[in-house]
């Protein structure tokens, strides 16, 4: 063979090499570009999970408030729930030192004209008003007050 012939079969062989050789480094590349963008959407999930972090923890201490609040405002509900229950104690235990029944609503009500129908029989039979409010379950200024009422009206009975 002459040179000739050589330096052209060295020629193509050079060119095969340089096609195989750029046809390398654009496949580098091309995984290159690959791996930065692998790299970027890690990037943007690792910053996504911190937010996450972030926000979770914002919520536990909002949380935490939120229990905090309600655990104070039930106490403070069952404080005003039994100075209420004393209070109204009180006031039942008032009631009876001054003669009245502050029970007799629980039991069977009578409308105002029964009640006056009773107090003018009981007054007829010549009980004491005392006597009367204890039958009735009333108190004796209610007895009283009734008579007036009755006496006022002008229906003395």
Known sequence: MEIQNWIMVQMVIDLVIVCLLL???????????????????????EGILAEIRELSLSLEKGLEEK??????????????????????????ETARDLGANPDRSKGVSKNSDQIRSSVKTLMAKGLPREEIAQHLGMSVDEIDLLIKLQTNSGRVR
């Open 67 to 92: 229990r905090r609040s309600c655990g104070r405002i039930l106490e403070e509900m069952d404080e005003t729930i039994d100075r209420a229950e004393d209070a109204c104690r009180r006031v039942k």
């Open 23 to 45: 046809w390398f480094i654009r496949l580098n590349m091309k995984s290159k570009k690959a791996d930065n963008e692998t790299g970027d959407a890690l990037r943007k999930s």
